[in-house]
């Protein structure tokens, strides 16, 4: 079994391309999903904002029991991979089924939030055992880097398949319902693939010695908020992520009413924010070597603030390469922030382990991922809550009223700066003896 700190590249790709999957099930879903609701669907903003922060909240409790099972798990497949095959089926499963139309004559309301539920229960199911795998199957934190280089890789590949591909599909077919359906099919194919390829390739990957946490209820979250470096890192990946659903439950909105590029135009963003963002992972690395995770992260994120506010002077009339060059800066900054929040989180995990000797890394994850959808939750509600105090009209086609543009554009610049900036400063109270000294080049061993 691999169990040392030479993990194989083939290993560590295989692991990574499983995030590919998950990501592309946020992207779908933060971006896709409420635009669906509120002009296919015609359900009003506020209520579609409502569904997504009521699934947000069963993903948040499901995380925790899910986190504390995989570290209870015992069995030939370790304690690992049977959570994240049953989450790669199910998450295809609820993908496939969400936006089909397909309703068995229930409301629609009841159909989506059967199938978000169930596509929520598969993403937790994969992602908080496969985020639980780096700190427990080495001690290197050179080696974690390389894992997380990887995984934001395939994150960012995955921004083309969820943010660029998903939009693209559905202007080609005109927004349409078989549309939304075909697009739905296609990133189902997507995520079981990604996820199925990250079950094979982990088999045989070894887990550390340690003693499992007995202790569940408040003793577990306990030790966790006693790790200070990870309660820090929960606050700064909270403000990314409330940042990152704004402008998600935004971006469409906001190219279809206030720069009047429709589908094609997020596609477009997506495309050249991806692109950019995967071309540079290696740059981001490299960059790593000359300073401290927090400082080469606080300036990806100060990044991430100028390109939020840029949207306040964003224009129907700004040439194509601006729009173009806006959405490299941003998916350039984006992958500065996930390499190193990601590389982080295993050293706080790690850190934490090495405190308490107790091995509940998968309820570490769990808590990062319920802090995710906690944000993910909020952000789209107030998303929805803004564009209905507006006077957001739903429906295909309609034309809005100046007060609710000027609302959108609010959502896509203001509350994503806002939370990035607050992000920038809880940075400045992480610390962990790994961190004072530069981040180590990453080696493949």
Not at 319 to 347: E, V
Not at 400 to 413: G, W
């Amino acid at each position: 079994m691999v169990h040392n700190d030479s993990i194989p590249r083939a290993t560590q790709i295989g692991w990574a391309f499983g995030s590919a999957g998950s990501t592309t099930i946020l992207y779908v879903i933060n971006v896709i999903l409420m635009y669906y609701l509120v002009t296919a669907a015609g359900i009003d903003p506020l209520l579609a904002g409502s569904f997504l922060l009521a699934g947000r909240i069963y993903d948040g409790i499901a995380d925790l029991l899910i986190g504390q099972g995989s570290d209870r798990t015992r069995s030939r497949w370790g304690r690992r991979r049977p959570w994240m095959a049953s989450g790669a089926l199910l998450s295809a499963l609820g993908m496939a089924w969400l936006f089909s139309g397909v309703n068995g004559g229930l409301p629609v309301e009841v159909m989506v939030m059967a199938a978000l539920l169930l596509t929520f229960t598969g993403y937790s199911s994969f992602s908080i055992p496969s985020s639980a795998m780096p700190a427990e199957i080495t001690d290197s934190p050179q080696v974690r880097t390389s894992l997380m280089a990887w995984r934001t890789f395939f994150i960012q590949l995955a921004s083309l398949a969820g943010g660029a591909l998903a939009p693209a599909m559905i202007a080609w077919g005109d927004s349409s319902q078989g549309a939304f359906a075909r697009m739905g099919y296609c990133m189902a194919a997507f995520i079981a693939v990604s996820m199925g390829v990250a079950v094979i390739a982990t088999a045989g990957v070894g887990e550390r010695a340690g003693a499992p946490d007995a202790g569940g209820g408040l003793a577990g979250f306990s030790r966790l908020f006693a790790n200070r470096p990870f309660v820090v890192l929960l606050g700064v990946k909270f403000c990314g992520f409330v940042a990152s659903a704004a402008l998600g439950a935004t971006g469409l909105f906001f190219m279809r009413d206030v720069l009047l590029r429709g589908e094609s135009g997020m596609a477009q963003f997506a495309l050249a924010s991806g692109i950019v963002g995967t071309l540079s992972v290696p740059v981001w690395r490299q960059v790593a070597r000359l300073a401290t995770k927090p400082v080469i992260c606080g300036l990806a994120m100060a990044l991430s603030v100028a390109t939020s506010l840029s949207w306040l002077a964003a224009t129907p009339a700004e040439p194509d390469m601006l729009f173009l060059l806006r959405g490299g800066l941003a998916g350039f900054a984006t992958t500065g922030t996930l390499l190193m929040t990601l590389s982080m989180l295993p050293d706080t995990i790690a850190f934490g382990v090495r405190t308490s000797g107790l091995r509940n890394e998968g309820l570490y994850a769990a808590f990062f991922e319920f802090f995710q959808k906690a944000a993910f939750a909020i952000a789209p509600f107030l998303v929805g809550l803004l564009l209905q105090a507006s006077g957001y009209r739903p429906g295909a086609g309609l034309v809005q009223t100046e007060t609710a543009r000027e609302a959108v554009r609010l959502s896509m610049s203001l509350i994503p700066a806002a939370a990035q900036a607050a992000g920038i400063a809880l940075l400045l109270l992480y610390r962990t003896p790994a961190e004072r000294t530069p981040a180590p080049a990453d080696h493949e061993s």
